[in-house]
């Protein structure tokens, strides 16, 4: 990590994309610190999505600077990013361990090594005792689990999470973003998060940029720099969750 | 932990039967019940008919006489049923390898593909089983001309289904395996190529069902063994009762093979939803 020329993880300067006649994002400016978490909300249809892919490396942009790390090149941001879909997209033919450890095979353990390597992480984020079930015997809530420690067990500085939860129910929903935030917790990252849910991205994260409708562009930041306590409940009930979500809402809402 | 063993188990909850069904008959008795039904119906009916009828085992014979002949002609049948069974098996394993490679190579290669895929496609109009007689020119008597006629009826299916398998895997999921590191080898080892198993299997159930009529070709064009010899032989002595076992060995050969690669599917492939094997 030393000696990088930014201080920042990831950076952004009026960055824009367009798919044909349709305008995606336009003048996206974001600097992005090391180990912060930054919650994206906005319409559907807004880009979001877009711009994880951009910063991912899966996509070029058409304008502007997209720099990650010290990388500005796409095949170099794909080496420094890793990306958790909006699906599971876990496979069918293998075990969730197996998922969850693909990435070290896919740089080239062998399964057992990569087996022995993820297994701890199992255990510590409350799989233990699934790791031989396939994705179709899991719960949603559980292939999102998995799937998000098959990010983690990349091994990237920087998780772009795209809409993690958004095909749970909210029960569900509300127990995984718990275990999430612990999780990010325990291990450090940088992360993106993409969301529509203007509570997700205020819990999950420590900033959240409010996106307009397409193209998208930042229409507010909010400093949701909390550190709140206690159970969910206190916290969403909170003045100061409650005025940052009007916030965000009258944000959203000036569209 | 708790609230994650309850949300795993949540699932797992035994399925109600599907409406219509008794829950009272076996799976097995009602997959396999019925198809057994209309063959032992048909069976019968040949056998009952014949006779009422008066007509001759020379013409036709009846199930009876065809069983009868399968044992008492079995040490002219069995070495030509090895022998074909033979050219069956290892033309069908030429054609999995090869049709397999194939759909993988052309893949991987978009180029390519696009330069053999319509020629390929194309050469279906040619039907194969007149080339053998030049096969037989080209390569003899011997097993060469039959195993490559084999080979070339079972090779379409199998890389048609390939290249389909391996094209429709779901372009999300080879972005996930990008930010995952993933190299192309990676990619196709671990999504595409078992995404695209079950797709095989199926071109590999119909090359099954095609590979006996190849061997038969091949053998009617020059040879002096296999099953489809003895059927050759067999016609001007009339011996109508022993080409109609050598065609229920033939059957049961092809039926051995479509077993055999049911059953490396159910191996192979266990994620694969559970379908009827010959439906």
């Known amino acids: ?255 | 932990m708790s609230d994650a063993a309850r949300e795993a188990t949540r699932e797992q909850e035994p399925v109600p039967a599907a409406p219509g069904r008794s829950a009272r008959v076996p799976a097995s008795i009602w997959r396999y019940g019925p198809p057994i039904m209309i063959t032992l119906a048909g069976v019968g009916l040949w056998q009952l008919i014949l006779p009422l009828a008066h007509v001759p085992e020379y013409l036709v014979p009846t199930p009876s006489e065809i069983a009868a002949d399968m044992t008492t002609d079995w040490p002219v049948l069995e070495p030509a049923l090895l022998v074909t069974a033979r050219e069956i098996l290892l033309g069908f394993v030429i054609a999995v390898a090869g049709g397999v490679g194939l759909a993988v190579l052309l893949h991987l290669v978009s180029v390519l593909r696009r330069a053999v895929y319509p020629v390929l496609i194309g050469s279906q109009t040619i039907p194969i089983v007149v080339l053998a007689p030049i096969l037989v020119i080209l390569f003899g008597y011997g097993i060469t001309p039959k195993l490559v006629i084999v080979a070339l009826i079972c090779f379409f299916p199998i890389v048609v289904n390939g290249i389909d398998g391996l094209r429709s895997v779901d372009g999300e999921l080879i972005s996930m395996m990008r930010t995952l590191d993933a190299s192309r080898w990676s990619i196709l080892r671990r999504v595409e190529f078992p995404a695209a198993l079950p797709s095989i299997f199926s071109g590999m159930r119909i090359a099954a069902t095609f590979a006996a009529i190849g061997a038969v070709f091949g053998e009617w064009s020059g040879s002096n063994q296999g099953l489809g010899y003895v059927m050759l032989a067999a016609t001007p002595n009339l011996l109508t009762a022993r080409i109609f076992a050598a065609i229920v060995y033939l059957t049961l050969i092809a039926l051995a093979l479509f077993g055999i690669v049911s059953l490396l599917e159910r191996v192979l492939v266990p994620w694969a939803p559970n379908r009827s094997s010959i439906t």
Request: charged letters at 25%; aromatic letters at 4%.
């Open chain 1, 1 to 255: 990590m030393a000696g990088t020329a930014s201080a920042f993880a990831i950076e952004l300067r009026g960055v824009g994309k367009a798919f044909g006649e349709v305008v995606a994002l336009t003048g996206i400016t974001l600097l992005v610190p090391r180990q912060s978490r930054v919650g994206f909300v906005g319409p559907s249809g807004g880009g979001k999505t877009t711009l994880l892919r951009i910063v991912a490396g899966l996509l070029e942009s058409d304008t502007g600077l997209v720099r990650v790390e010290d990388a500005t090149a796409a095949r170099q941001r794909l080496a420094r990013c890793a990306l958790m879909p909006q699906r599971d997209l876990l496979l069918p033919w293998r075990t969730a361990l197996d998922n969850a450890a693909i990435a070290l095979e896919n740089r080239g353990a062998s399964r057992a090594e990569a087996r022995r390597r993820t297994r701890p992480l199992f255990e510590r984020f409350g799989l233990a005792s699934f790791e031989n079930a396939r994705p179709a015997q899991l719960s949603g809530g559980m292939c999102q689990r998995v799937s998000f420690l098959r990010t983690l067990m990349a091994g990237k500085d920087i998780l772009l999470l795209d809409e993690p939860f958004g095909a749970l129910d909210s029960i569900t929903r509300a127990q995984l973003q718990e275990w999430l935030v612990q999780a990010m917790d325990a291990v450090p990252r940088t992360v993106l998060l993409v969301t529509h849910d203007v509570e997700e991205a205020l819990l999950l994260s420590r900033r959240v940029v409010v996106l307009s409708q397409r193209p998208g562009r930042v229409v507010r930041v909010l400093e949701a720099d909390h550190g709140f306590e206690g159970s969910r409940r206190e916290i969403v009930t909170s003045p100061e969750f409650v005025s940052l979500k009007e916030q965000a809402l009258e944000a959203l809402g000036h569209e």
